[in-house]
């Protein structure tokens, strides 16, 4: 099952959101630019997925093609949310670029990271 | 608003600079501007994206803390480029210890770790933060 953002056209044509139920659990995909503008929808769109009781929800960031500090500011409260219930957040495929970020704010140690 | 600083006989400019309104928008907006002024320069893609990077913090910090239009300026100078985000609001720029599992804090925490040299400065007219970035791999100071 895929889920489209209803309203992703809002945030411009760089921007979306899709989730894929898989039979390990959600895999939450990122399209373009998380910025402080578009990050509130991708905080939405996690904390509904760790709400729905969810242990683990992998994010694939193959296709994030940017990053800054809002976008960080919102994986590590969603890290938080579902460790709280003992879970994990798994950030899959991430960019060159993204992994320069995370490495530069110490997050690199803070995250569940995969190829 | 725009307003374009042409030098005659250069054949390019040396500076843009152009004024965003306090919106979320405007942090991607601003990234486009300054990616279009870097590639009119042939600043390398790896310095661009740096700077594309650090001016969204200083956009988004301009944007949290000053409720006024934030002015960026891109410059060019030999060996490299500099980024200026202006705003009329009073905010103190200053860098928290980074944690790296706390809600926020990273922004400026990035800029230190990336540009070559950055600062801010605060008077009555507002806010100035720029950074600056080496294009020819090493930084040219002045």
């Known amino acids: ?115 | 608003m725009s307003r374009l600083d042409t030098r005659p006989g250069r054949g390019s400019f040396d500076s843009v600079s152009t004024v965003f309104p306090s919106v979320p928008p405007s942090v991607a907006s601003a990234r486009r501007f300054v990616d279009a002024a870097l590639r009119r320069w042939d600043v390398p893609t790896d310095v661009a994206d740096v700077a594309l990077l650090l001016t969204s913090e200083l956009v988004t910090n301009s944007y949290r803390h000053a409720s006024a239009d934030a002015q960026v300026s891109v410059l060019r100078r030999s060996g490299l480029i500099r980024v200026e985000v202006h705003d009329s609001g009073g905010g103190r720029v200053q860098r928290r210890a980074l944690d790296p599992e706390g809600p926020d804090g990273r922004g400026l925490n990035i800029v230190d770790a990336l540009a070559s040299r950055w600062g801010s400065t605060t008077a009555e007219s507002g806010t100035l933060v720029w950074f600056e970035l080496a294009t020819n791999g090493r930084y040219a100071a002045g």
């Open chain 1, 1 to 115: 099952m895929t889920t489209g953002t209803p309203n992703a056209g809002e945030h411009g044509e760089d921007f979306a959101l899709s989730t894929d139920e898989s039979a390990d659990g959600p895999v939450l995909r990122i399209q373009g630019e998380v910025d402080v503008y578009t990050s509130p929808a991708l905080r939405d769109e996690l904390y509904r997925l760790i709400d729905a009781g969810t242990k683990r929800v992998v994010v694939d960031l193959a296709d994030m093609d940017f990053i800054d500090s809002s976008g960080l500011g919102v994986f590590v409260g969603a890290l938080k949310r579902i460790r709280e219930r003992s879970g994990d957040l798994e950030l899959r495929a991430m960019q060159p670029s993204t992994r320069k970020v995370l490495e530069i704010t110490g997050l690199t140690q803070v995250f569940t990271i995969t190829d």
